[in-house]
Structures are given as structure tokens and as C-alpha cells.
């Protein structure tokens, strides 16, 4: 029977996997799991996988050239997730490995985080609990009603459309900049970056994370902000000049801040923004739900069980490459 090892440490493998998801493997192959309560370094995890055929990885679980290269029996390594920036895509091919990621399953739980949190920030709810916490009785601060405020969204992908149309049904007037999608909602009004800050009042950051987009939110852009907006991280840390948005927090041009993410380990808000008096912040767990969560796993599961019969997979990254792909399959042709 084939050998899959799940990487996932062990404190992480109830919510980010879940009992669903690990039978369902288990009747397609034996599963090894990560002993420990942290991630594996590079020398454990090779280790630990070097006669296994697929590795389904945590999201921290970085795919690098070294372990592709240590071990010659693997043929795939799939994400339990989308982001696959610390994989090493062109090494995993150079070695003819197969490398698949999760299909988006957070994307209603993201879209309802980021309501939440403009409630929340509309209507002080932490900072009047947080008094309340401390004994003390805060004073009755004016609140903002989302209907008839406008929402703006930088990117215009999966979760933006998502979250858009719940906007919509709360009477906000939407607006969204994306210079590489067309919106075909007319309830949603396509404007520039510039023109976008300049009007939104809850300011939510969708955009991708990648070389081009590093610190799209910088001392120019929450400097365009209406004064007293608020903005909202849900994609990634690395889309904030996290100074930059401190500044603005303490000078108070902007309101408030929510975020998910940040620059912290394992895309966690950064202590330094989360501690902020102005700031409501949670563990990156806008889509940690039952529902998100065993969406991804069950991806994971479909896609092994497609390579372990010598088929490429919904959600392959790199398909034209993997040649080791081959050897399942004439196993399956011998055994037929």
C-alpha cells in the first residue's frame, strides 16, 4: 500500500485538517503524521517522507529544493491551501514532481470576517467591551451604519465578489480596483486605486500578494484615505508597509484597523499593529471554519487518490512536469 505523510503538526491537525478528511485518506493509503506539536525542519521531514510517495502539507510547510532533491521516491506534494509561495515550484519540477494546491473553501467564512469587523469597527464593539473588561463604562460613541456607506475593495477576485454582493444586501454602495479583472456586476462600480481610497469608508485589502504588490498600502495610499475611514487586511501581511499604517493610526487620519494577517510568523498580524489601541486583530482565522477547512482537506484527498491511480488532479500547479507521475500509472496498467 502507498505511503502518504501529512505534515501537519500534530496541535494543528483537528482544525486544519480534521477526522473527516484523515479516514478518507487512510482508505486510500497508509498515513504517516508529524509526531510533533511544530513543524518539521528540512532534515526531519526528509526523513520522515523518504519512502513515501505523496506529501500533503501543511501551509507552513515549506516545499524546497533540498527535499525535493532527497527524496526519489515522492511524486507529490499538495497544499492543503492556496498559497504555494514557499514552494519551490521549478525545483519540484525539475525532479518530475507533481505539486497541487486546495481550491479556495473560505471564501463565504473570509467575506463574513470582514462584515463582522466593519461592524465591529463601525460600532466600537471591542473597544466598548475591552472598557468594559477593564471596569470601567465607555463613553457612547456615535457609531456608522454600513447601509449607505461605501465599501471599497482592492482586488477583485473569488472572495472580493463574494463579499461584494453581501455589501450590496446591506445597502453599501460598492466600489472595487482591479486593473487585471472587469466587473460585471452592476452593483459594483469599477474606479482606479486613487479614486477608490478617496471615497471608501471601510477600505478592504483583496488584492494578491506578490512581488508587484508588496507594500500596495503605503504612506501614499492611507494618506489618500477619507479622513476617519477604516481599513481591513484579509489577503497577506506583505501587501502593508506596516509603519506606514501604525502612522496613520496614530495620527488618526484613519479610524481603526482589522486584520487577519500581517508580517508575523505563519501570516499572523504583527504584535507591534495587533497591541494598537486603534486595531482589532485575530490569528489568521478568517477561514478556519468547519466548513472551510474540510472543503481544502477533502481537495487534498481527491487529488491523492486521482495520483495514486496515475492521473493529473483539479488543482495541479505544474501537470506538463511531472514525469514521476508516469510510474503510478504503469504500476495501474501492470495491475489491470
Known amino acids: 500500500m502507498p505511503t502518504v505523510f501529512l505534515t501537519h503538526p500534530q496541535d494543528a491537525l483537528h482544525n486544519y485538517y480534521g477526522p473527516r478528511a484523515i479516514e478518507a485518506l487512510q482508505a486510500l493509503a497508509e498515513v504517516r503524521f508529524n509526531p510533533l506539536d511544530r513543524e518539521l525542519s528540512p532534515a526531519e521531514l526528509i526523513e520522515a517522507a523518504k519512502d513515501c510517495v505523496c506529501i500533503v502539507s501543511y501551509r507552513g510547510t515549506p ?3 533540498e527535499l525535493f532533491a532527497q527524496l526519489p521516491k515522492l511524486v507529490s506534494f499538495s497544499r492543503c491551501a492556496i498559497d504555494i509561495r ?3 515550484v521549478n525545483a519540484a519540477s525539475a525532479h518530475g514532481i507533481l505539486v497541487t494546491q486546495a481550491s479556495a473553501g473560505f471564501i463565504p467564512s473570509v467575506s463574513e470576517w470582514i462584515i463582522g469587523t466593519m461592524i465591529d469597527l463601525g460600532r466600537h464593539v471591542t473597544a466598548s467591551s475591552e472598557s468594559y473588561h477593564r471596569g470601567e463604562v465607555p463613553a457612547a460613541a456615535m457609531g456608522r451604519e454600513l447601509r449607505h456607506s461605501t465599501l471599497g475593495v482592492i482586488g477583485y477576485g473569488q472572495i472580493s465578489r463574494y463579499l461584494c454582493r453581501l455589501a450590496t444586501a446591506f445597502g453599501m454602495r460598492v466600489v472595487v480596483s482591479d486593473p487585471f479583472a472587469a466587473v460585471d456586476d452592476p452593483a459594483v462600480t469599477q474606479l482606479g486605486q486613487e479614486a477608490l481610497l478617496e471615497q471608501s469608508d471601510f477600505v478592504v485589502c483583496l488584492a494578491v500578494a506578490n512581488e508587484q504588490t508588496e507594500n500596495l ?4 495610499a492611507f494618506a489618500r484615505m477619507r ?10 501581511g506583505n501587501l502593508v ?9 496614530d495620527s488618526g487620519h484613519i479610524a481603526g484597523c482589522a ?10 498580524p504583527s504584535p507591534e499593529l495587533a497591541r494598537h489601541p486603534r486595531a482589532i486583530a485575530t490569528p489568521h482565522t478568517g477561514g478556519l471554519t468547519p466548513q472551510a ?9 481527491r487529488q491523492v487518490e486521482a495520483i495514486l491511480q496515475g492521473r493529473v488532479p483539479e488543482g495541479a500547479v505544474n501537470a506538463a ?16
Open 63 to 65: 516545499g524546497s529544493a
Open 86 to 88: 514557499n514552494i519551490d
Open 217 to 220: 498600502m503605503n504612506a501614499e
Open 227 to 236: 479622513p476617519g475611514a477604516y481599513f481591513i487586511n484579509a489577503s497577506r
Open 241 to 249: 508597509d506596516e509603519a506606514a499604517l501604525l502612522a496613520a493610526l
Open 259 to 268: 486584520m487577519d494577517v500581517g508580517r508575523a510568523p505563519d501570516q499572523m
Open 293 to 301: 477547512i474540510e472543503h481544502q482537506a477533502m481537495d487534498t484527498v
Open 321 to 336: 512536469h511531472a514525469k514521476r507521475l508516469r510510474r503510478l500509472d504503469c504500476t495501474n496498467a501492470v495491475a489491470s
